[in-house]
């Protein structure tokens, strides 16, 4: 069955980074965009951003534009998340996503688009 298994998540210092991965097996990997998603507690789940199938598009929630990067390798089937600049109130568990490539680019920022999910990886930015 298909897997998305994030890393790199832990504790930060408000300023600092962390850069996440997810990798992808059992799957297409350059026949999907690539969401990020995160989940603080008692919110529901957020878009971050998105990935085209092909890199040529990436999307970004207004409040970590200019501060968070998202890039894909599809030769290692992976996507990277690369946070900077955090702040407290980017604490949440962080998600990746599986969407179709045909998925409208408008449609990226809605978690039913996409087909498959991985675990979850926690990010905690202390102040």
């Known amino acids: 069955q298909v897997q998305l298994v994030e890393s790199g998540g832990g504790l930060v210092q408000a300023g600092g980074s962390l850069r996440l991965s997810c990798a992808a097996s059992r799957l297409t990997f350059s026949s999907y965009a690539m969401g990020w998603f995160r989940q603080a507690p008692g919110q529901e789940r957020e878009f971050v951003g998105a990935?085209?199938?092909?890199?040529?598009?990436?999307y970004y929630t207004d409040s970590v534009k200019g501060r968070f990067t998202i890039a894909r390798d599809n030769t290692k089937n992976t996507v990277y998340l690369q946070m900077s600049s955090l702040k407290p109130e980017d604490t949440a568990v962080y998600y990746c996503?599986?969407?179709?490539?045909?998925?409208?680019?408008?449609?990226?920022?809605?978690?039913?688009?996409?087909?498959?999910w991985g675990q979850g990886t926690q990010v905690t930015i202390s102040s």
């Open positions: 990935v085209s199938w092909n890199g040529a598009n990436i």
């Open positions: 996503a599986a969407a179709s490539w045909r998925t409208p680019s408008t449609r990226l920022v809605d978690n039913t688009e996409y087909s498959y």
